[in-house]
């Protein structure tokens, strides 16, 4: 007798819709919104608490700062040498050479410095936090930690928050500095002015408050990326690719969010 043969049933995948799409999106939106409460109310409960890590803070201090001065010197000097080749033109023609130390000093002070040394801190300190501690989520140290009865709050999150809040403003100074001195240095490309005679024209036009707003928001930079990174970390998945996952998205998430505080600065420094 021979056998009946039936063809392949074939299965049809049903696209999902527009709504269901919107509400798993926004039901992941929801989620992470818990999260970060959850996250920001875990930091703020151990934040004030006598078992600070001061050894790790200094540790991750000297990671923050010192590895980074080399960038940020190489960076400042570029600035400085670009704004004063590009602004030079323009003032020749209107007689007003006179008036490039003072623009460029307080474009560096006021922004430039600022902007420019929290985005590459938030490239290299962002992305190292989401990788170091992703990578110790996925090998699964924290949780260790957790069972121990020993708070990976206190110990991994607070002292480089703290560390990144406090050593951007400095390199943000010294980013000035160096940012000035490649100035002076474009100068002296087509003129020959002296270091002090720059130095006084420069300082001439800068102002208390063309730098206190500028320290004030390197503050809130600072404090910006240690949260983005250390959240990204410490929340990344089990796989392997989440640390990539967690690196890529601190400097992405920390880069777009210093951009919305300066924002925010800006409006608020030009209402004083």
Do not use: H
């Not at 989440?242 to 300066?262: F, K, M, Q, Y």
């Amino acid at each position: 007798m021979p056998k009946t043969t039936f063809p392949a049933e074939k299965t049809l995948l049903k696209e999902p819709s527009f709504f269901s799409l919107i509400k798993e999106k926004s039901v992941a939106f929801l989620i992470d919104v818990a999260n970060v409460v959850d996250y920001l109310k875990r930091i703020f409960r151990n934040l004030f608490t006598n078992s600070f890590e001061f050894q790790e803070f200094l540790k991750q201090c000297y990671q923050c700062g010192n590895k980074s001065v080399g960038l940020i010197s190489i960076t400042g000097i570029i600035v400085g040498l670009v704004l004063t080749i590009q602004s030079r033109p323009p003032l020749v023609e209107f007689g007003a050479v006179g008036m490039l130390p003072g623009m460029v000093a307080i474009s560096i002070i006021r922004e430039m410095g600022p902007v420019i040394t929290a985005l590459i801190c938030a490239g290299k300190i962002g992305s190292s936090m989401g990788a170091e501690l992703g990578s110790m989520r996925v090998t699964e140290q924290i949780d260790a930690m957790e069972v121990s009865n020993t708070n990976p709050i206190n110990f991994l999150i607070i002292p480089r928050l703290l560390a990144v809040t406090v050593m951007i403003p400095i390199l943000t100074l010294y980013a000035d500095a160096i940012g000035i001195f490649g100035s002076w240095l474009g100068v002296n490309i087509k003129d020959d002015v002296s270091l002090r005679l720059f130095m006084t024209q420069a300082f001439d036009n800068v102002e208390f408050i063309d730098i206190i707003p500028a320290v004030i928001k390197s503050f809130f930079f600072g404090a910006v990326i240690g949260l983005v990174g250390c959240y990204k970390g410490f929340n990344a998945g089990r796989g392997t690719e989440s640390v990539g996952i967690a690196a890529n998205s601190a400097v992405v998430t920390s880069s777009l969010l210093l951009i919305i505080v300066d924002l925010i600065a800006v409006q608020i420094t030009d209402l004083l």
